[in-house]
T-cell receptor
Framework: DAKTTQPNSMESNEEEPVHLPCNHSTISGTDYIHWYRQLPSQGPEYVIHGLTSNVNNRMASLAIAEDRKSSTLILHRATLRDAAVYYCILRDLTTSGTYKYIFGTGTRLKVLA | DTEVTQTPKHLVMGMTNKKSLKCEQHMGHRAMYWYKQKAKKPPELMFVYSYEKLSINESVPSRFSPECPNSSLLNLHLHALQPEDSALYLC??????????????FGPGTRLTVT
């Protein structure tokens, strides 16, 4: 079962910031929060990940709530190329010592010109 | 080179056919994954190979048979599929399946249609 919940869809105007929320109320103290996005007709691609403190990279920022039960992916200036499905993901550690992704349902982001 | 390649891009097969999907990466990654994705749904994990050994099988029907001939290659052999198996099949790789933070690199997928 998915460990994360996200809104099904969001819209944003081009050149404006976008805040994509994710709830993960059952997160454990050692779970990292991962974000991937899937552009049309492509496989998912890595966006960002974090554990406790806020994270920034060239693609986005990740703001993690103090209780870690929610997080927000921030695209600072949305472009038309950012239109994609954004997945918030936690991992499961299996008995074999292997991690596996548990994808949430994702948020389909539409960017308006 | 951070690319994962998958062949073929599209595949149409009958329920009695035998076919194979192929995946390749040259990043030196030791973990490789097969996912199945139905339309407008998130990817679902099928298999994980770690150091060329099958580490996870998510109770996938035996008509799907994975194979990892070496650390760069991953195959998915298909036999006697059903129409409901039609989906996008994604391959991914990561540096190691045992690391919490290793990102996965996904290929573009093979669009499979079973008639």
């Amino acid at each position: 079962d998915a460990k994360t919940t996200q809104p099904n869809s969001m819209e944003s105007n081009e050149e404006e910031p976008v805040h994509l929320p994710c709830n993960h109320s059952t997160i454990s103290g050692t779970d990292y929060i991962h974000w991937y996005r899937q552009l049309p007709s492509q496989g998912p691609e890595y966006v960002i990940h974090g554990l406790t403190s806020n994270v920034n990279n060239r693609m986005a920022s990740l703001a993690i709530a103090e209780d870690r039960k929610s997080s927000t992916l921030i695209l600072h200036r949305a472009t038309l190329r950012d239109a994609a499905v954004y997945y918030c993901i936690l991992r499961d550690l299996t008995t074999s010592g292997t991690y596996k992704y548990i994808f949430g349902t994702g948020t389909r982001l539409k960017v308006l010109a | 080179d951070t690319e994962v390649t998958q062949t073929p891009k599209h595949l149409v097969m009958g329920m009695t056919n035998k076919k194979s999907l192929k995946c390749e990466q040259h990043m030196g990654h030791r973990a490789m994954y097969w996912y199945k994705q139905k339309a407008k749904k998130p990817p679902e994990l099928m298999f994980v190979y770690s150091y060329e050994k099958l580490s996870i099988n998510e109770s996938v029907p035996s008509r799907f048979s994975p194979e990892c001939p070496n650390s760069s290659l991953l195959n998915l052999h298909l036999h006697a599929l059903q129409p409901e198996d039609s989906a996008l099949y994604l391959c991914a790789s990561s540096q190691d399946a045992r690391g919490e933070t290793y990102e996965q690199y996904f290929g573009p997928g093979t669009r499979l249609t079973v008639t």
